[in-house]
Every structure is written in C-alpha cells, then in structure tokens.
C-alpha cells in the first residue's frame, strides 16, 4: 500500500550502481508504462515495476521473478468494495510464480507472513522489528542481510522508519541480484527521496519543509510524523472517503504542535487535532494557500510538512499537482521574504 515509489526508485538505484551491462529500467505505476518498456529492454536489462492494486487486477500471465510486498493497509474500498477484495487484487503478484523466483515480504506483521503462503517461491523475509535473521533485518541499529553488515540505520539519507522499511525490501532484491554491500549502502546515503514523498523543499530562516503530497491515507501520514524528532506543523486535509481520523490523534500528540487542515475533511481533522490537544488549528482554503498559515504558526528549529491523510480529488486532480502547488508556494514564501 505504502513505499512502493521509494522502493522501486531505489531498487532501480542500486541494481544500477556500478553496473557493467545493461540498464534497470523503473516502469509501470511509477510513470512509464511497462507495456512500452518491455518492447526496448534488451536481455542483459532488468525492469522495476511497480504494480497497483488496478493493475494486478488485469494481469494474465505476467510473472515476477522477484515480487515484493512492502505493506498492506487499507487503501481503495471505494473502488475494490471490501479490504479482503483489496488484498486479493494485491496478491495476484505472485499469481504465476514458480520455485525457482523470489517473494520479498515484510515480516513484522502477521497477516502479511501468511499471505506469503499463497506464492510457490522462495520466500525472502525483511524486518524492521528483528522478528527474521533470514534475510534483511535491522539488529542495534545496524542493517543485516543474512548475516552480513550492510550499514548503519542512521546513514540513510531519508527520513522515517517507514524508509527503514522501504530501504531493507531494495536491500533484499539488491542482493538476490548480486549487487555489492558497497554499492547497495552508497545508494541510501545519498538517495534523497522521491517527489512528494517525504520529499524536503527548503529550509528557510530555520524551518524545513518537506512535501508528502503522496500521503493518500492515515497510515503514510503516520508514517511521516513519525520519521521527525522536532515539532511539526502539520498541513493536511483531502477527500472524504467516509473515514474519522481519530487513529491519528497518538501520533498527532506526539509529533503535531500545530495543524492547518484544508479540503472536505477539514472538520473532522480539526475534531481529532483537539482530541490531541492542539491548541492552534486553522482553516485554509487548500494546501497551497496553507503554506503562509502553516509559517505564521512555526518557529526556529520545526518542520513544516504537508502529509494530507487523504486523496487529492477533492480540490486538485492528482496528489502531484497538490504537492507542486505546495512547492511553488514555499518557493514563493521565500522568494517575499528575502
């Protein structure tokens, strides 16, 4: 559900550095149709799909011999009509698999362990949470792959456990591909994240904005939050899918010193801004003309971060254009102020 960019970005990353022959090649939900791109790769290229829920549901005879699952949350019941359909579609990755491929899976959650039941391949674990040694896991803060140190944890260049998690799933591809521990830890200390994902902006007279545009759902907002030390200011709001965000209220005390909510939503994030105790919640009209709101409410030292916790249908037709609107206004608050 969530990572899924980050992860093929950098899979794509390290099965490129340093390569002698051939090329990864980054396609499907990230952008380029896969359709397209399998008709110029040549054999010694490799393609890095990323697949959605809508995409899996059309397959017929596509079979990864590498198939990853970062997480499942729920996601797209409007459409799919129930979480169990959702996973389903999910699953349909490893729908042709045989022995001789691989299926990455997240490990620290019971549900997504017995899913890797449904695939005939060889099954490569990943654990944020040290619940696997079978393939890459974090221990004291170091990174392992059976066994091997790979890097620290604090050496990845983008913030938040949940790249923690992204970084450990391109890990375990990375090495059943045969890439260098060198190469694959050179890839996460300088790889800065993707567009609105997390993305940082600027720092500008000692605040630092950063761009989630791509938090669709309360999980990724979550996420977010929890990837920063330092108070944030919270810019979020979208379509109303039918959901109360009470969820968020933990996260929202720990992290949130103020919030600028925006789009349908608006009231019931204020609602779960007070159950937090936030004090200073304010209406804007969209997430762009949030920015200045979002500035006035900041001091020295916080982050300023849009992670929505909902589409973007709302007001604007894809979180990308929510996220460049975000960016053009950060650029322009600091363009006034000098």
Not at 114 to 136: H, M, W, Y
Request: net charge negative; with cysteine.
């Amino acid at each position: 559900t969530n990572g899924k960019t980050t992860t093929t970005t950098m899979i794509a990353l390290m099965l490129n550095q340093n390569r002698e022959e051939g090329k990864a090649y980054t396609c499907g939900n990230i952008g380029i149709s896969a359709a397209k791109v399998a008709q110029e790769v040549g054999e010694k290229d490799v393609m890095v799909t990323e697949l959605s829920s809508f995409q899996l549901m059309g397959i017929e005879k596509l079979r990864p011999h590498i198939a990853v699952l970062t997480n499942i949350y729920e996601a797209h019941t409007d459409y799919h009509g129930s979480r169990e359909n959702y996973v389903k579609a999910k699953m349909r990755i490893v729908k042709n698999q045989k022995e001789d491929d691989y299926f990455v899976v997240n490990w620290d959650s019971e549900e997504w362990r017995n899913l890797s039941k449904l695939t005939k391949a060889k099954i490569v674990p990943f654990s944020r949470q040290d619940t696997t040694e079978e393939g890459a896991y974090v221990k004291n803060g170091v990174i392992f792959f059976r066994g091997e140190e790979i890097m620290h944890v604090d050496e990845i260049k983008v913030p938040g456990s949940h790249n923690v998690e992204n970084a450990l799933a391109a890990i375990s591809v990375a090495k059943i591909e045969g890439q260098s521990n060198e190469n694959i830890a050179e890839v996460l200390r300088t790889f800065s994240g993707v567009r609105h994902r997390t993305q940082y902006v600027a720092t500008f007279n000692g605040r630092k904005f950063y761009n989630d545009s791509k938090a669709t759902n309360m999980e990724a907002t979550e996420k977010a939050l929890s990837g920063f030390e330092n108070p944030v200011v919270l810019l979020c709001g979208g379509l109303d899918r039918g959901f109360t965000f009470e969820r968020l209220v933990p996260y929202l005390k720990k992290h949130v010193k103020a919030m600028v909510v925006f789009g349908q939503t608006a009231d019931l994030l204020e609602e779960a801004g007070k159950l937090a105790g936030i004090g200073r919640i304010k209406h804007a009209k969209d997430s762009s003309a949030a920015v200045s709101a979002a500035y006035e409410m900041s001091s020295e030292g916080d982050i300023v971060l849009l992670s929505p916790a909902c589409a973007s249908w709302d007001q604007w037709p894809t979180f990308e254009a929510r996220g460049d609107a975000y960016i053009e206004e950060v650029e322009k608050l600091t363009r006034e102020e000098k």
